[in-house]
């Protein structure tokens, strides 16, 4: 089990930790957070199956992990 903490530089305060595991190349990493007033389940997915190029993406849940809005995504590029 790994804890990631997000700092909200907006906001200057640590987002509740996420909790999760990689299972070789995929990280998948969770919390319960509040979004305008509304509980919601926060997922971080991390993809490093290209090394060079990994992928973190997010996704919130209003509705207990049945359904999930992915609302942002990066790509990181290794510097050679």
């Keep these: 089990m790994v804890l990631i903490y997000w700092a909200d530089s907006?906001?200057?305060v640590m987002d509740p930790p996420m909790v999760g595991s990689f299972e070789g190349d995929i990280?998948?990493?969770?919390?319960?957070?509040v979004f305008k007033g509304k509980p919601i389940?926060?997922?971080f997915h991390w993809d490093k199956?290209?090394?060079n190029?990994?992928?973190?993406?997010q996704a919130f849940s209003p509705?207990?992990?049945v359904s999930w809005e992915?609302?942002?995504t990066n790509t990181s590029h290794r510097m050679k």
């Design 49 to 51: 199956t290209d090394k």
């Design 27 to 33: 990280g998948m990493f969770y919390c319960k957070d």
């Design 41 to 43: 389940i926060v997922m």
């Design 53 to 57: 190029n990994p992928v973190w993406s």
């Design 10 to 12: 907006n906001r200057g």
């Design 63 to 65: 509705d207990n992990g």
């Design 70 to 72: 992915w609302n942002a």
